[in-house]
C-alpha cells in the first residue's frame, strides 16, 4: 500500500517536471524564432533606408557626371562648373544630414557600412583638387591646360564614387536576396 501511495504522489510531480521542461524547450524555441524574426525585419528596415540613401547619392554623382560631361563638351566654363559642384555638394549634404532620422535608423551602421573608406578618399581628393584650382585660378598665371586636367581627375573620381555606390547597392540586394533563401 505504501508503495501504490508513494507512485500516486510521485505520478503527479515526475509528470510535473517533464511539463516544466517541455514548456522551457518549447518557449526557447520560440523566443529564438522571435529574435530571428526580429533581427529580419531590423535587416531589412536597414537595408531600406541604406538603398534610399545611396539612391540619392546616386541621383547627386549623375548631376556631377552630367556637369563634367557638359564641361568637357565645353558648354559650361570651369569656374561654373566649380561653383556648381561646391552648391551642389553641399546642399546635398545639409539636406541628407537634416532629413536623416538619426533616431530611428541608428542600427543601419550595425549591417552597412554608408561611408566607406575608399569614398571617402576620393571624396577627400577631390576636396583637394578643387582647393587646387581655386589656387591656380587666383593666381596671376592661370593655366587652362593644367585646370582642365584637375577637371578630368574630378570626373573620373565622380564616376569611381558612381561604381563604388552601385556596388554598395548590389551588395545590400545580394545580402537580402541570401537571408530570403
Not at 7 to 25: E, R, T
Request: charged share 30%; proline share 1%; aromatic share 16%.
Amino acid at each position: 500500500m505504501c508503495i501504490v501511495e508513494f507512485m500516486k504522489f510521485l505520478f503527479p510531480i515526475l509528470c510535473g517536471v517533464i511539463g516544466w521542461f517541455a514548456n522551457v524547450i518549447w518557449e526557447n524555441s520560440k523566443y529564438k524564432r522571435e529574435q530571428k524574426t526580429y533581427y529580419w525585419k531590423e535587416k531589412i528596415n536597414a537595408g531600406k533606408k541604406a538603398t534610399e540613401f545611396y539612391l540619392e547619392y546616386l541621383n547627386l554623382l549623375n548631376l556631377f557626371r552630367l556637369q563634367f560631361k557638359l564641361y568637357k563638351e565645353s558648354f559650361i566654363d570651369g569656374e561654373s562648373l566649380l561653383i556648381l559642384i561646391q552648391q551642389k555638394e553641399i546642399e546635398f549634404y545639409s539636406q541628407k544630414l537634416k532629413q536623416f532620422p538619426h533616431y530611428e535608423y541608428h542600427h543601419i551602421n550595425l549591417f552597412y557600412e554608408l561611408i566607406e573608406d575608399k569614398n571617402y578618399q576620393t571624396v577627400n581628393e577631390n576636396t583637394e583638387i578643387l582647393q587646387k584650382i581655386n589656387r591656380i585660378s587666383q593666381s596671376e598665371n592661370v593655366m587652362k591646360n593644367e585646370i582642365s586636367e584637375l577637371f578630368d581627375k574630378m570626373g573620373n573620381n565622380y564616376e569611381k564614387l558612381y561604381s563604388n555606390v552601385l556596388l554598395q547597392l548590389k551588395k545590400i540586394q545580394k545580402d537580402l536576396e541570401d537571408e530570403v533563401k
